[in-house]
């Protein structure tokens, strides 16, 4: 049988293009602090810094009002923000004390839940393992979460920049000094078209980076800086489809085992958003072994499983979405999460808890202590590495920090499949982590080989099951087809591998002809799987790429 190493077919990153030895020229917008990414972690940390001013001003210690930027690459506040999602609120009470939980942006409390073992025709009900225990929690959509945290910093003064992704890091000496944002209005060639409109560079004294999974900069930094980790960063794909139903769901659902092979890691979830709508999504990890192995055909075959079926008939499904989760946890946190002038914050630095599918509140509290280190800094004058590593010390010293380390081997156990994985997490669990005393070591993803093998033939029915066509239609993709590729082809890219690529990304961006690959950009959505596993993802015009309204 044949195997395809997807590393070996990878472009590399384009790290002269993504860091750019040049400080900010004098035409630069002038920040105190530049936030790259409205996500959860970097609207925290800009309301936070806010907020630090504003009381600092209040008790008359002289302090100037802060230039806070943000800089979001969809065209809107929340457009590119998929979750699951429960949340945990506690960084919510922290930030908005005042603010009663049924005014928060949450749909409703999690009154129940349950836990399945799925084979093909049945589900078996097991015990809910303590990591997946959501009481207290409330089920929300994340864009709903991101656009009202932004009328928040809006009221605070915080400058949102949404529509302006950031292309580039603008760095002098080792130090980061800015950024720079992509172009818009290129043609297919990469020239200047009708609607040309230049980059733009925001000088920042701390430039911070919230771009979540996978974030370009980040590898970029991380790489021209050689910040290491004991393990790689690994990372999941998650599809998700929120429904409008008419049966209401009473319960928050999480299910194991099929439609997954035994060598894969991951599960579903079903989440009640009110009485109408669910949210329904397949997480899988992506050191899978089965070249043809597809995350969004999956998920269509699921829905038809006696479990979820019920609640999809007779409903409509509202809005389709992707996205990765970095699922390396405690052993592939950066060493360090500073340097000069810049600090790495949620998804893009990893804080993310596989065992309980939970990252929302450790984003927000990375922000908030970012967002502490950074004003004391400013305060002091100065914004070298060595001020700014206060910031690893609030987060080592931290929930965010003994979470992942209490889980730091449970997703490495699943490297030797799902029934030996998940009976060693059984007693990771069972003694707090301590078993089994080391590291496991884990490869990135893309050094894990791919065995080719037929796709099984899926046809959907546009009813319940959907193409990745008519998906990509329902995240409300409405890209300029006539912009150039953003995303860079490796080398050695042969038919076999062009159909890998067709079955990674769930939204058909790639298609085998003959013995190359075809390559459809507009339809990218930026999950960021072929980052991952193929092709490089780079940052497009601004406003490109889906637009959320419910994930
Ligand atoms: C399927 C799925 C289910 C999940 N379920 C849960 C759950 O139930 N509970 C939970 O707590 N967590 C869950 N998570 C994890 C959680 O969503 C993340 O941990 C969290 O969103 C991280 O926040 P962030 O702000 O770091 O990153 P993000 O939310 O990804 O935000 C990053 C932002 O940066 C922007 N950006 C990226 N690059 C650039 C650039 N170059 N220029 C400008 N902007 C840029 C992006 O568009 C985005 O808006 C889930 C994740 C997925 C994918
Ligand atoms: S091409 Fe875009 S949508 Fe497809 S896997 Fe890559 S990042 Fe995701």
Redesign the pocket.
Known sequence: MSTILPLRHQAALPLDRLIRHNPPSGEALEMDVVI????????ACALTLAQLAKRAQTAGEGMPDLNIAV????GALGE?????????PRVFRELFPDVPVDALPFRQPVTAEAVYLLSERRAQKIPTPPTMHNAGFHTAS?CEI?RWLGERAEELGVNLFPG????ALLVDGQAVRGVRTTPAGLDRTGGPGPSYQEATEVAGRITVL????R???TQAWREWQRVGAPNPQIFAL?V?EVWEVKQPLDRVIHTLGWPLPTDAFGGS?M?PLGPNQIAI?L?VGLDYHDASLDVHQLLQRMKLHPLFRPYLEGGQLLEWGA???PEGGFYALPQRRHGDGVLL????AG??DVPS???????MQS?VFAAHAAFDALKAGTTAASALAAYDRLVDGSFIAADLHRTRNMRLAFKSGFWVGGAKAGLMTLTGGRFPGTKIDMPEDAATPRAVAAATPFTPDSVLTFSKVDAVFKSGNATRDTIPTHLLIGPDVSGEVADFYSHVCPAGVYERVGDTVRVNAPNCV?CKATDVLGPRWT?REGGSGPKYRLM
């Open positions: 790259v990414g409205a996500g959860p972690a970097g609207l800089l979001e690459k969809a590119h923000s998929l979750s699951g999602a429960v949340v945990n994340l991101v302006f992704p950031v292309e919230a771009e979540g999974t974030g370009m900069l998650g998700k979830f989440y999504g997480v996205k990765t989760i914050i949620g998804d893009a804080f993310v599918l939970k990252g929302i509140h450790y984003a922000g930026d940052p």
